[in-house]
Protein backbone atom coordinates (compact mmCIF):
# COMPACT_ATOMS: atom_id res chain seq x y z
CA UNK A 1 0.00 0.00 0.00
CA UNK A 2 0.68 3.41 -1.01
CA UNK A 3 0.09 6.93 0.30
CA UNK A 4 0.42 9.90 -1.68
CA UNK A 5 -0.48 13.61 -0.60
CA UNK A 6 -0.53 16.20 -3.36
CA UNK A 7 1.40 18.94 -2.83
CA UNK A 8 -1.43 21.68 -2.75
CA UNK A 9 -2.53 19.24 0.67
CA UNK A 10 -5.86 19.51 -1.33
CA UNK A 11 -6.26 15.55 -1.32
CA UNK A 12 -4.52 12.00 -0.16
CA UNK A 13 -4.41 8.70 -2.58
CA UNK A 14 -3.93 5.34 -1.27
CA UNK A 15 -2.95 2.75 -3.46
CA UNK A 16 -2.63 -1.03 -3.49
CA UNK A 17 -1.87 -4.55 -5.45
CA UNK A 18 -4.38 -6.95 -5.20
CA UNK A 19 -3.27 -10.74 -5.99
CA UNK A 20 -4.99 -10.71 -9.44
CA UNK A 21 -2.46 -8.26 -10.86
CA UNK A 22 -5.35 -5.40 -10.91
CA UNK A 23 -3.93 -1.71 -8.33
CA UNK A 24 -6.81 -0.21 -6.14
CA UNK A 25 -6.90 3.29 -6.14
CA UNK A 26 -8.65 5.68 -3.24
CA UNK A 27 -8.52 9.39 -3.83
CA UNK A 28 -9.61 11.24 -0.46
CA UNK A 29 -10.14 15.39 -0.66
CA UNK A 30 -9.44 17.13 1.85
CA UNK A 31 -12.04 20.61 2.51
CA UNK A 32 -10.21 23.57 2.23
CA UNK A 33 -9.92 25.64 5.56
CA UNK A 34 -10.20 29.64 4.30
CA UNK A 35 -8.98 32.44 6.84
CA UNK A 36 -11.48 35.45 6.02
CA UNK A 37 -9.74 38.98 4.96
CA UNK A 38 -11.85 40.76 7.75
CA UNK A 39 -10.08 37.82 10.55
CA UNK A 40 -6.87 38.68 8.76
CA UNK A 41 -7.69 42.67 8.65
CA UNK A 42 -8.31 42.31 12.50
CA UNK A 43 -5.27 40.25 13.40
CA UNK A 44 -3.01 42.75 11.32
CA UNK A 45 -4.75 45.74 13.07
CA UNK A 46 -4.62 44.69 17.16
CA UNK A 47 -0.76 43.33 16.60
CA UNK A 48 0.45 46.93 14.94
CA UNK A 49 -1.40 48.60 18.30
CA UNK A 50 0.19 45.92 20.83
CA UNK A 51 4.14 45.32 19.45
CA UNK A 52 5.08 49.11 19.85
CA UNK A 53 3.35 48.91 23.82
CA UNK A 54 4.97 45.77 24.37
CA UNK A 55 8.08 47.27 23.27
CA UNK A 56 7.46 50.57 25.41
CA UNK A 57 7.07 48.50 28.34
CA UNK A 58 10.04 46.36 27.69
CA UNK A 59 12.04 49.35 28.16
CA UNK A 60 10.64 50.92 31.17
CA UNK A 61 11.34 47.11 32.69
CA UNK A 62 14.63 47.29 32.36
CA UNK A 63 15.34 50.82 32.67
CA UNK A 64 13.15 50.40 35.97
CA UNK A 65 14.98 46.82 36.86
CA UNK A 66 11.46 45.11 37.16
CA UNK A 67 12.74 42.64 34.84
CA UNK A 68 14.20 40.88 38.53
CA UNK A 69 10.51 39.87 38.33
CA UNK A 70 10.09 36.12 37.91
CA UNK A 71 6.54 35.75 36.95
CA UNK A 72 3.64 37.69 35.23
CA UNK A 73 2.05 38.40 38.44
CA UNK A 74 4.86 40.44 39.59
CA UNK A 75 5.21 42.06 36.60
CA UNK A 76 1.43 42.59 37.00
CA UNK A 77 2.14 44.36 40.16
CA UNK A 78 4.72 46.69 39.73
CA UNK A 79 3.46 47.63 36.49
CA UNK A 80 -0.27 47.54 37.17
CA UNK A 81 -0.36 51.28 38.11
CA UNK A 82 1.19 52.92 35.93
CA UNK A 83 -0.73 51.86 33.18
CA UNK A 84 -2.57 55.12 34.33
CA UNK A 85 -0.11 57.04 35.07
CA UNK A 86 2.25 57.14 37.99
CA UNK A 87 1.01 56.46 41.15
CA UNK A 88 2.70 57.65 44.39
CA UNK A 89 1.99 55.23 46.78
CA UNK A 90 3.86 56.91 49.63
CA UNK A 91 1.25 57.54 52.10
CA UNK A 92 0.06 53.64 51.77
CA UNK A 93 3.88 52.81 52.68
CA UNK A 94 4.23 54.69 55.78
CA UNK A 95 0.43 53.73 56.76
CA UNK A 96 1.80 50.00 56.40
CA UNK A 97 5.03 50.99 57.92
CA UNK A 98 2.60 51.98 60.96
CA UNK A 99 0.69 48.74 60.91
CA UNK A 100 3.90 46.83 61.42
CA UNK A 101 4.66 48.83 64.24
CA UNK A 102 1.81 48.14 65.91
CA UNK A 103 1.95 44.67 65.58
CA UNK A 104 5.34 44.34 66.85
CA UNK A 105 4.96 46.10 69.77
CA UNK A 106 4.05 43.88 72.08
CA UNK A 107 5.79 40.68 70.58
CA UNK A 108 8.87 39.35 71.99
CA UNK A 109 12.13 40.69 70.41
CA UNK A 110 13.57 37.78 67.99
CA UNK A 111 17.04 36.75 69.95
CA UNK A 112 18.29 36.89 66.59
CA UNK A 113 18.18 40.79 66.35
CA UNK A 114 21.61 42.11 66.59
CA UNK A 115 21.84 46.12 67.28
CA UNK A 116 24.55 48.18 65.44
CA UNK A 117 27.08 49.95 67.13
CA UNK A 118 25.46 53.36 65.86
CA UNK A 119 23.48 55.01 62.90
CA UNK A 120 25.91 54.77 60.09
CA UNK A 121 26.05 50.90 61.02
CA UNK A 122 22.45 50.35 61.12
CA UNK A 123 22.09 52.25 57.56
CA UNK A 124 25.01 49.96 56.26
CA UNK A 125 23.54 46.94 57.49
CA UNK A 126 20.03 47.90 56.01
CA UNK A 127 21.42 48.31 52.45
CA UNK A 128 23.25 44.82 52.49
CA UNK A 129 20.69 43.17 54.43
CA UNK A 130 18.25 44.40 52.65
CA UNK A 131 15.63 43.69 56.21
CA UNK A 132 12.30 43.63 55.62
CA UNK A 133 10.06 46.04 57.53
CA UNK A 134 9.13 43.36 60.84
CA UNK A 135 12.88 43.13 61.41
CA UNK A 136 13.20 46.46 60.70
CA UNK A 137 10.58 47.06 63.25
CA UNK A 138 12.09 45.01 66.04
CA UNK A 139 15.51 46.77 65.65
CA UNK A 140 13.56 50.03 66.03
CA UNK A 141 11.86 48.91 69.45
CA UNK A 142 14.95 47.25 70.31
CA UNK A 143 16.92 50.47 70.42
CA UNK A 144 13.94 52.18 72.25
CA UNK A 145 14.13 49.85 74.66
CA UNK A 146 18.07 50.01 75.16
CA UNK A 147 17.65 53.69 75.82
CA UNK A 148 17.66 55.52 72.25
CA UNK A 149 15.89 59.15 72.26
CA UNK A 150 13.07 59.28 70.37
CA UNK A 151 14.49 62.31 68.50
CA UNK A 152 17.63 60.39 67.22
CA UNK A 153 14.73 57.65 66.02
CA UNK A 154 13.35 60.73 64.02
CA UNK A 155 16.84 61.48 62.73
CA UNK A 156 17.31 58.16 61.03
CA UNK A 157 13.63 58.04 59.77
CA UNK A 158 14.22 61.13 57.98
CA UNK A 159 17.67 60.15 57.29
CA UNK A 160 16.64 59.57 53.22
CA UNK A 161 15.06 62.20 51.53
CA UNK A 162 11.89 59.88 50.24
CA UNK A 163 11.69 59.04 53.87
CA UNK A 164 11.02 62.41 55.00
CA UNK A 165 9.20 63.47 51.56
CA UNK A 166 6.60 60.56 53.40
CA UNK A 167 6.89 61.63 56.56
CA UNK A 168 6.06 65.45 55.70
CA UNK A 169 3.28 64.65 53.61
CA UNK A 170 1.42 62.13 56.21
CA UNK A 171 2.03 65.22 58.51
CA UNK A 172 0.39 67.54 55.99
CA UNK A 173 -2.58 65.40 55.47
CA UNK A 174 -3.05 64.96 58.92
CA UNK A 175 -3.05 68.58 59.88
CA UNK A 176 -5.08 69.46 56.98
CA UNK A 177 -8.13 66.67 58.19
CA UNK A 178 -7.45 67.69 61.97
CA UNK A 179 -8.31 71.45 60.80
CA UNK A 180 -10.97 70.22 58.73
CA UNK A 181 -12.52 67.64 61.95
CA UNK A 182 -12.51 71.20 63.97
CA UNK A 183 -14.38 72.89 61.50
CA UNK A 184 -17.59 70.32 61.03
CA UNK A 185 -17.08 70.04 64.61
CA UNK A 186 -17.78 74.05 64.77
CA UNK A 187 -20.65 73.60 62.30
CA UNK A 188 -22.09 70.63 64.09
CA UNK A 189 -22.27 73.02 67.41
CA UNK A 190 -23.67 75.67 66.11
CA UNK A 191 -26.62 74.07 64.62
CA UNK A 192 -30.20 72.92 65.96
CA UNK A 193 -30.23 69.09 66.55
CA UNK A 194 -33.67 68.05 64.24
CA UNK A 195 -34.91 66.40 67.43
CA UNK A 196 -34.65 69.38 69.43
CA UNK A 197 -36.18 71.68 66.63
CA UNK A 198 -39.18 69.59 66.34
CA UNK A 199 -39.58 69.37 70.31
CA UNK A 200 -39.94 73.53 69.75
CA UNK A 201 -42.10 73.14 66.92
CA UNK A 202 -44.52 70.48 68.62
CA UNK A 203 -44.64 72.56 71.82
CA UNK A 204 -45.35 75.59 69.85
CA UNK A 205 -48.42 74.06 67.94
CA UNK A 206 -49.16 72.77 71.78
CA UNK A 207 -50.02 76.26 72.52
CA UNK A 208 -52.46 77.65 69.98
CA UNK A 209 -54.35 74.43 70.25
CA UNK A 210 -54.51 73.93 73.95
CA UNK A 211 -55.82 76.05 77.11
CA UNK A 212 -53.46 73.98 79.41
CA UNK A 213 -50.22 74.85 77.43
CA UNK A 214 -51.55 78.41 77.44
CA UNK A 215 -52.07 78.54 81.54
CA UNK A 216 -50.97 81.20 83.36
CA UNK A 217 -47.25 80.82 84.47
CA UNK A 218 -47.38 81.11 87.32
CA UNK A 219 -50.13 80.53 88.70
CA UNK A 220 -52.07 84.32 89.69
CA UNK A 221 -51.56 83.03 93.80
CA UNK A 222 -47.78 82.62 93.70
CA UNK A 223 -46.91 85.90 91.70
CA UNK A 224 -46.17 87.61 94.68
CA UNK A 225 -43.61 85.57 95.48
CA UNK A 226 -41.90 86.46 92.15
CA UNK A 227 -40.47 89.32 93.91
CA UNK A 228 -40.01 87.80 97.48
CA UNK A 229 -36.54 88.16 98.83
CA UNK A 230 -37.05 85.53 101.49
CA UNK A 231 -36.88 83.05 98.31
CA UNK A 232 -34.28 81.57 96.36
CA UNK A 233 -34.56 83.05 92.62
CA UNK A 234 -32.63 81.81 89.40
CA UNK A 235 -32.52 83.30 86.69
CA UNK A 236 -31.80 81.23 83.23
CA UNK A 237 -31.55 82.94 79.71
CA UNK A 238 -32.06 80.37 76.67
CA UNK A 239 -33.81 79.41 73.53
CA UNK A 240 -33.31 75.64 74.23
CA UNK A 241 -36.17 74.45 75.30
CA UNK A 242 -34.71 70.65 76.19
CA UNK A 243 -31.53 72.51 77.89
CA UNK A 244 -33.69 74.57 80.40
CA UNK A 245 -35.83 71.58 81.58
CA UNK A 246 -32.49 69.95 82.52
CA UNK A 247 -31.43 73.24 84.67
CA UNK A 248 -34.49 72.77 86.16
CA UNK A 249 -35.17 69.79 87.03
CA UNK A 250 -31.61 69.01 88.63
CA UNK A 251 -31.73 72.27 90.32
CA UNK A 252 -34.65 70.62 92.29
CA UNK A 253 -34.08 67.41 92.60
CA UNK A 254 -30.52 68.60 94.17
CA UNK A 255 -32.11 71.25 96.36
CA UNK A 256 -32.94 70.21 100.04
CA UNK A 257 -35.65 72.72 99.79
CA UNK A 258 -37.43 72.96 96.35
CA UNK A 259 -40.29 74.77 97.49
CA UNK A 260 -37.89 77.64 98.28
CA UNK A 261 -36.99 77.99 94.73
CA UNK A 262 -38.10 80.28 92.14
CA UNK A 263 -36.86 80.37 88.62
CA UNK A 264 -37.56 83.35 86.08
CA UNK A 265 -36.84 81.99 82.65
CA UNK A 266 -36.12 84.46 79.66
CA UNK A 267 -36.53 83.39 76.25
CA UNK A 268 -36.86 85.53 73.05
CA UNK A 269 -39.61 85.84 70.58
CA UNK A 270 -40.00 82.85 68.52
CA UNK A 271 -39.37 80.32 71.23
CA UNK A 272 -41.74 81.88 73.91
CA UNK A 273 -44.73 79.73 73.01
CA UNK A 274 -42.90 76.83 73.00
CA UNK A 275 -41.22 77.51 76.12
CA UNK A 276 -44.36 78.55 78.13
CA UNK A 277 -46.30 75.14 76.67
CA UNK A 278 -43.29 72.85 78.23
CA UNK A 279 -43.75 74.60 81.69
CA UNK A 280 -47.84 74.79 81.60
CA UNK A 281 -47.58 71.28 80.69
CA UNK A 282 -44.94 69.80 82.92
CA UNK A 283 -44.96 71.25 86.02
CA UNK A 284 -42.08 71.25 88.45
CA UNK A 285 -44.40 72.06 91.48
CA UNK A 286 -43.45 72.56 94.80
CA UNK A 287 -40.71 75.03 92.75
CA UNK A 288 -42.24 78.06 90.82
CA UNK A 289 -41.62 78.88 87.34
CA UNK A 290 -42.03 82.21 85.50
CA UNK A 291 -41.33 81.98 81.75
CA UNK A 292 -41.23 85.63 79.95
CA UNK A 293 -40.40 86.78 76.16
CA UNK A 294 -37.37 89.82 75.88
CA UNK A 295 -40.74 91.28 74.15
CA UNK A 296 -42.72 91.29 77.34
CA UNK A 297 -39.67 93.52 79.02
CA UNK A 298 -41.08 97.05 78.20
CA UNK A 299 -37.69 98.75 79.39
CA UNK A 300 -35.81 96.17 77.25
CA UNK A 301 -36.07 97.64 73.78
CA UNK A 302 -33.48 99.35 71.16
CA UNK A 303 -34.00 102.70 72.01
CA UNK A 304 -32.75 101.47 75.69
CA UNK A 305 -29.97 99.46 74.41
CA UNK A 306 -28.59 100.60 71.28
CA UNK A 307 -25.40 99.59 71.52
CA UNK A 308 -27.06 96.15 71.07
CA UNK A 309 -28.96 97.12 67.70
CA UNK A 310 -25.10 97.83 66.47
CA UNK A 311 -23.67 94.47 67.68
CA UNK A 312 -26.36 93.01 65.71
CA UNK A 313 -25.63 94.69 62.77
CA UNK A 314 -21.97 95.51 62.30
CA UNK A 315 -21.46 93.94 58.74
CA UNK A 316 -17.61 93.19 60.57
CA UNK A 317 -19.56 91.33 63.24
CA UNK A 318 -21.71 89.25 61.17
CA UNK A 319 -19.10 88.26 58.73
CA UNK A 320 -17.19 87.33 61.42
CA UNK A 321 -19.86 85.35 63.15
CA UNK A 322 -21.29 83.70 60.27
CA UNK A 323 -19.02 83.95 57.40
CA UNK A 324 -15.63 82.01 56.15
CA UNK A 325 -13.57 81.02 59.07
CA UNK A 326 -11.08 79.40 56.39
CA UNK A 327 -10.94 82.81 54.37
CA UNK A 328 -8.19 84.74 55.67
CA UNK A 329 -6.80 82.09 58.47
CA UNK A 330 -3.21 81.23 58.13
CA UNK A 331 -3.43 77.37 59.43
CA UNK A 332 0.06 77.34 58.39
CA UNK A 333 0.87 79.57 61.37
CA UNK A 334 -1.50 77.91 64.11
CA UNK A 335 -2.19 74.70 65.98
CA UNK A 336 -5.25 73.18 66.35
CA UNK A 337 -6.01 73.70 69.83
CA UNK A 338 -5.22 77.51 68.85
CA UNK A 339 -7.87 77.14 65.74
CA UNK A 340 -10.49 75.57 67.87
CA UNK A 341 -10.42 78.27 70.63
CA UNK A 342 -10.81 80.77 68.05
CA UNK A 343 -13.71 78.99 66.58
CA UNK A 344 -15.25 78.26 69.92
CA UNK A 345 -15.03 82.44 69.87
CA UNK A 346 -16.65 82.69 66.88
CA UNK A 347 -20.43 81.14 67.97
CA UNK A 348 -23.13 82.88 66.19
CA UNK A 349 -25.00 82.40 70.16
CA UNK A 350 -22.69 85.71 71.01
CA UNK A 351 -24.02 87.87 68.75
CA UNK A 352 -27.86 87.22 70.28
CA UNK A 353 -29.39 88.97 72.80
CA UNK A 354 -30.29 86.37 75.65
CA UNK A 355 -26.48 85.85 75.75
CA UNK A 356 -26.30 89.78 76.92
CA UNK A 357 -29.01 90.02 78.86
CA UNK A 358 -27.06 89.08 82.20
CA UNK A 359 -25.49 92.52 82.05
CA UNK A 360 -28.96 94.22 82.63
CA UNK A 361 -30.59 91.82 85.50
CA UNK A 362 -30.75 94.61 88.11
CA UNK A 363 -33.60 96.44 85.81
CA UNK A 364 -35.42 93.20 84.78
CA UNK A 365 -35.65 92.45 88.06
CA UNK A 366 -35.87 96.07 89.98
CA UNK A 367 -37.28 94.15 93.02
CA UNK A 368 -34.94 91.51 93.49
CA UNK A 369 -31.87 91.74 95.93
CA UNK A 370 -30.19 88.39 94.92
CA UNK A 371 -30.01 85.73 92.09
CA UNK A 372 -27.96 83.14 90.86
CA UNK A 373 -27.74 83.01 87.50
CA UNK A 374 -27.50 80.09 85.35
CA UNK A 375 -26.24 79.21 82.00
CA UNK A 376 -28.34 76.50 80.60
CA UNK A 377 -25.47 74.35 79.62
CA UNK A 378 -24.86 73.21 83.25
CA UNK A 379 -25.94 70.49 85.46
CA UNK A 380 -26.95 71.02 89.12
CA UNK A 381 -25.74 68.01 91.36
CA UNK A 382 -25.98 69.42 94.79
CA UNK A 383 -28.25 71.46 96.89
CA UNK A 384 -27.12 75.70 95.89
CA UNK A 385 -29.23 76.90 99.14
CA UNK A 386 -25.46 77.70 100.82
CA UNK A 387 -25.02 80.13 97.88
CA UNK A 388 -27.21 82.79 99.68
CA UNK A 389 -25.57 82.80 102.85
CA UNK A 390 -21.89 83.65 100.87
CA UNK A 391 -20.60 86.76 102.18
CA UNK A 392 -19.53 88.33 98.60
CA UNK A 393 -18.05 91.11 101.01
CA UNK A 394 -19.66 94.09 99.03
CA UNK A 395 -18.77 93.03 96.08
CA UNK A 396 -21.03 92.29 93.23
CA UNK A 397 -20.33 89.12 91.43
CA UNK A 398 -19.64 85.80 92.85
CA UNK A 399 -17.75 83.34 90.91
CA UNK A 400 -14.60 80.67 90.53
CA UNK A 401 -11.52 82.09 89.20
CA UNK A 402 -10.46 79.96 86.27
CA UNK A 403 -6.55 80.93 86.97
CA UNK A 404 -5.89 78.48 90.04
CA UNK A 405 -6.13 74.55 89.50
CA UNK A 406 -4.31 71.60 88.35
CA UNK A 407 -6.27 71.42 84.83
CA UNK A 408 -3.82 73.62 82.80
CA UNK A 409 -6.06 73.37 79.95
CA UNK A 410 -9.59 74.53 81.65
CA UNK A 411 -8.13 76.49 84.38
CA UNK A 412 -4.97 78.37 83.01
CA UNK A 413 -7.07 81.74 82.18
CA UNK A 414 -5.98 85.21 82.58
CA UNK A 415 -6.75 88.36 81.10
CA UNK A 416 -3.82 87.50 78.07
CA UNK A 417 -6.39 84.75 76.98
CA UNK A 418 -9.11 87.34 75.73
CA UNK A 419 -7.63 90.35 75.07
CA UNK A 420 -5.16 91.62 72.24
CA UNK A 421 -2.48 93.55 74.73
CA UNK A 422 -1.16 94.84 71.23
CA UNK A 423 -3.91 97.67 71.06
CA UNK A 424 -2.56 100.32 73.06
CA UNK A 425 -6.37 101.28 75.39
CA UNK A 426 -5.98 97.26 76.37
CA UNK A 427 -2.18 97.35 77.13
CA UNK A 428 -3.03 100.86 79.38
CA UNK A 429 -6.16 99.82 81.22
CA UNK A 430 -5.60 95.91 81.31
CA UNK A 431 -3.08 93.54 83.50
CA UNK A 432 -2.49 90.37 80.85
CA UNK A 433 -1.84 88.67 84.14
CA UNK A 434 -4.92 89.35 85.89
CA UNK A 435 -7.17 86.12 86.46
CA UNK A 436 -10.21 85.77 84.77
CA UNK A 437 -13.47 84.00 86.24
CA UNK A 438 -16.13 82.27 84.65
CA UNK A 439 -19.74 82.77 83.30
CA UNK A 440 -22.50 79.77 84.24
CA UNK A 441 -23.00 79.69 87.99
CA UNK A 442 -22.80 83.28 89.27
CA UNK A 443 -24.17 84.64 92.55
CA UNK A 444 -24.96 88.36 91.42
CA UNK A 445 -25.66 90.85 94.40
CA UNK A 446 -28.10 93.46 92.99
CA UNK A 447 -28.18 95.88 95.74
CA UNK A 448 -24.52 96.42 95.29
CA UNK A 449 -24.78 96.38 91.20
CA UNK A 450 -27.35 99.01 90.99
CA UNK A 451 -24.84 101.26 93.38
CA UNK A 452 -22.27 100.62 90.14
CA UNK A 453 -21.59 101.65 86.56
CA UNK A 454 -21.03 98.43 85.42
CA UNK A 455 -23.50 98.68 82.31
CA UNK A 456 -22.03 102.05 81.26
CA UNK A 457 -18.67 100.33 81.18
CA UNK A 458 -19.89 97.26 79.44
CA UNK A 459 -21.87 99.64 76.47
CA UNK A 460 -18.69 101.78 76.33
CA UNK A 461 -15.95 99.05 75.87
CA UNK A 462 -18.32 97.52 73.21
CA UNK A 463 -18.62 100.45 71.57
CA UNK A 464 -14.59 101.64 71.84
CA UNK A 465 -14.27 97.53 70.35
CA UNK A 466 -16.66 98.48 67.22
CA UNK A 467 -14.95 101.36 66.49
CA UNK A 468 -11.62 99.69 66.58
CA UNK A 469 -12.91 96.69 64.13
CA UNK A 470 -13.15 93.89 66.70
CA UNK A 471 -9.40 94.33 67.43
CA UNK A 472 -9.63 94.57 71.01
CA UNK A 473 -10.81 91.35 71.52
CA UNK A 474 -12.91 89.04 69.73
CA UNK A 475 -17.30 89.80 70.45
CA UNK A 476 -17.98 86.82 73.15
CA UNK A 477 -20.19 88.09 76.06
CA UNK A 478 -16.82 87.22 78.72
CA UNK A 479 -14.32 89.75 77.50
CA UNK A 480 -16.30 92.80 77.97
CA UNK A 481 -17.70 91.13 81.38
CA UNK A 482 -14.12 91.01 82.60
CA UNK A 483 -13.91 94.58 82.05
CA UNK A 484 -16.91 95.82 83.33
CA UNK A 485 -16.52 93.51 86.59
CA UNK A 486 -13.13 94.51 87.35
CA UNK A 487 -13.09 95.15 91.13
CA UNK A 488 -16.71 93.08 91.66
CA UNK A 489 -15.69 90.39 91.78
CA UNK A 490 -15.42 88.18 95.15
CA UNK A 491 -13.90 84.17 93.80
CA UNK A 492 -15.78 80.93 95.56
CA UNK A 493 -14.49 77.97 95.69
CA UNK A 494 -14.20 76.00 92.52
CA UNK A 495 -16.64 72.92 93.82
CA UNK A 496 -19.25 75.01 93.15
CA UNK A 497 -18.62 75.14 89.59
CA UNK A 498 -16.57 72.43 87.26
CA UNK A 499 -16.03 74.18 84.21
CA UNK A 500 -15.03 72.21 80.63
CA UNK A 501 -16.97 69.37 79.88
CA UNK A 502 -18.20 70.55 76.62
CA UNK A 503 -14.05 70.80 75.39
CA UNK A 504 -12.01 68.87 78.08
CA UNK A 505 -12.18 64.98 76.76
CA UNK A 506 -10.41 63.69 79.61
CA UNK A 507 -12.22 65.27 82.31
CA UNK A 508 -11.80 63.28 85.77
CA UNK A 509 -14.95 61.71 86.53
CA UNK A 510 -14.67 61.38 90.01
CA UNK A 511 -14.12 65.60 90.18
CA UNK A 512 -17.27 65.51 87.62
CA UNK A 513 -19.14 63.71 90.30
CA UNK A 514 -17.89 65.82 93.02
CA UNK A 515 -18.78 69.49 91.72
CA UNK A 516 -21.91 70.99 92.81
CA UNK A 517 -22.64 72.40 89.53
CA UNK A 518 -20.73 70.69 86.10
CA UNK A 519 -21.04 72.99 82.92
CA UNK A 520 -20.49 71.85 79.47
CA UNK A 521 -19.30 75.17 78.18
CA UNK A 522 -17.03 74.55 74.71
CA UNK A 523 -18.55 72.71 71.64
CA UNK A 524 -19.39 69.55 72.40
CA UNK A 525 -22.57 70.15 74.16
CA UNK A 526 -24.52 67.01 75.76
CA UNK A 527 -27.61 67.18 73.38
CA UNK A 528 -25.54 67.24 70.44
CA UNK A 529 -24.22 63.99 68.49
CA UNK A 530 -20.10 65.70 69.16
CA UNK A 531 -20.86 65.02 72.72
CA UNK A 532 -18.55 63.22 74.68
CA UNK A 533 -20.06 60.04 75.61
CA UNK A 534 -18.81 59.08 78.75
CA UNK A 535 -19.74 62.95 80.29
CA UNK A 536 -23.02 62.86 78.90
CA UNK A 537 -24.84 60.52 81.13
CA UNK A 538 -24.37 63.30 84.08
CA UNK A 539 -26.98 65.40 82.13
CA UNK A 540 -29.25 62.43 80.45
CA UNK A 541 -30.16 61.39 83.87
CA UNK A 542 -32.45 64.30 84.15
CA UNK A 543 -34.05 64.32 80.77
CA UNK A 544 -37.51 62.49 81.24
CA UNK A 545 -37.69 60.05 77.98
CA UNK A 546 -41.49 58.70 79.02
CA UNK A 547 -42.41 62.22 78.11
CA UNK A 548 -45.01 62.41 74.67
CA UNK A 549 -43.30 65.18 73.21
CA UNK A 550 -39.70 63.89 74.04
CA UNK A 551 -40.98 60.56 72.58
CA UNK A 552 -42.11 61.78 69.62
CA UNK A 553 -39.03 63.66 68.24
CA UNK A 554 -36.59 60.93 69.11
CA UNK A 555 -34.83 62.48 71.87
CA UNK A 556 -33.33 59.67 72.91
CA UNK A 557 -32.10 58.64 69.70
CA UNK A 558 -30.03 61.65 69.31
CA UNK A 559 -28.23 61.52 72.26
Given at each position: ???????S?R???????????????????????????R??????????????????????V????????????C???????????????????????Y???????????????????S???????????????????????????????????????????????????????????????????????S?????????????????S????????????????L????S?????????????????????????????N??????????????M????????V?????????????????????P??????????????????????????????????S??????P??????????????????NL?????L????????????????????K???????????????????????????H???????????C????????????????????????????????????M?????????????K????????????????Y????N?E???????I??????K?????????L??????Y???SN?????C??????
Amino acid sequence: MQLHISRSMRSITISSSSSNGFIDLMKIKVAARHISYRTLFHTILILAFLLPFVFILTALVTLEGVNKCSSFDCLGRRLGPRLLGRVDDSGRLVKDFYKILNQVKNEEIPDGVKLPASFSHLVSEMKSNQYDARTFAFMLRAMVDTGLSTGRLVAFLFSSSNGAVMMEKLEREIRESKFSELMNKHFAASSIPKSIHCLSLRLTDEYSSNAHARKQLPSPEFLPLLSDNSYHHFVLSTDNILAASVVVTSTIQSSLKPDNIVFHIITDKKTYAGMHSWFALNPVSPAIVEVKGVHQFDWLTRENVPVLEAVENHNGIRNYYHGNHIAGANLSDTTPRRFASKLQARSPKYISILNHLRIYIPELFPNLDKVVFLDDDVVIQRDLSPLWEIDLKGKVNGAVETCKGEDEWVMSKHFKNYFNFSHPLIEKNLDPDECAWAYGMNIFDLRAWRKTNIRETYHSWLKENLKSNLTMWKLGTLPPALIAFKGHVHPIDPSWHMLGLGYQNKTNIESVKKAAVIHYNGQAKPWLEIGFEHLRPFWTKYVNYSNDFIRNCHILDSV
